[in-house]
């Protein structure tokens, strides 16, 4: 009897949070791995946190990134499905998802100093932050396909 009164505690305490996300990633250049957009390793986890944030912290440089000028992008994912892929949204700190998010790009920005830096996303408010505080771009200033 106890253990199937726990089991029904357990059912309505999943069905009453179904909509927050169990798990987040951080996808981008900020990982030096070969899944680095990959939403199903692991490694690019964050840890959750008790207000349902999800935070990691990088070593990030003034010289790394994909082109070793301190320019990297990132995007988040929630529960690893594609589906929760969130992106960039009309300011910094704001991100968007769903339809929305086809449309929109990953986050792009520059280090200013050396040194650990944390991400902080927040799915159900649908915001993100970096610190200590980096230069975001906004604009692309030049492309190059290959």
């Keep these: 009897m106890k253990a199937r009164l726990c089991i029904l505690a357990l059912l309505a305490a999943s069905a009453l949070h179904a909509d927050e996300p169990q798990c987040a990633q951080i996808l981008g250049t900020v990982h030096q791995t070969r899944s680095a957009w990959n939403p199903f390793d692991p490694a690019n986890d964050m840890a959750p946190g008790p207000d349902g944030t999800f935070t990691r912290e990088f070593e990030l440089t003034t ?84």
Excluded: M, W
């Design 63 to 146: 010289t790394g990134g994909r082109n070793r000028d301190g320019i990297y992008s990132v995007r988040f994912v929630k529960d690893r499905e594609l589906s929760g892929t969130c992106k960039r949204g009309s300011s910094a700190g704001k991100l968007v998802t769903g339809p929305d998010a086809t449309r929109a790009g990953n986050i792009h920005f520059q280090v200013k100093k050396n040194g650990a830096h944390t991400f902080t996303f927040d799915p159900k408010n649908l915001a993100y932050s970096i610190s200590p505080d980096v230069r975001e771009i906004e604009t692309i200033s030049s492309l190059q396909i290959n």
